[in-house]
């Protein structure tokens, strides 16, 4: 089996960094596309909040939150992907797990690989994690994050 589009989903944690060292590799020994994603939370659909707080305030921090998100993706493949062969960065909004799914679609990836915990660490497994592994098309290898190893 050959992997030509490999997707790393990533919630800039150091426990998503874990999984790193095996994109790495793999993308190295199957000169294939890293595809590094980051899905920005969806805040227009928040519960109201409290005080005045407007669509324009909204768009505000939607688009400083993809400013931010496209500053880390460019810091994260500059550090550690550039011994790839091709890395494209997407930056999504919405639900992580649909949109996970949605990039492995739309970019026809071949494999997954991501940490099973991400930001919200304190859960068993991820459900981020769970979700991906229960509706992708394609395998996804999850790197635990007891795992002791240094991108």
Known sequence: MEFKRILWPTDFSPNAEKALPYVESLTQQYNAEIHVLYVIQ?????????????????????????????????????????????????????????EIIKVIESEDIDLVVMASHGQKGNFNF???????????????????IALNVTA
């Open 126 to 144: 991820g459900s981020v994690t769970d979700k991906v592994i229960k509706n992708s098309k394609v395998p996804v290898t999850t790197i635990p």
């Open 42 to 98: 969806d805040i227009a659909h928040h519960e109201s909040w409290y005080g005045e707080f407007g669509k324009g305030h909204i768009d505000e921090l939607m688009e400083w939150a993809d400013k931010s998100a496209k500053k880390r993706l460019d810091q994260i493949c500059n550090k550690y992907l550039n011994e790839c062969p091709l890395y494209i960065k997407h930056i999504a909004t919405g639900d992580p797990a649909d």
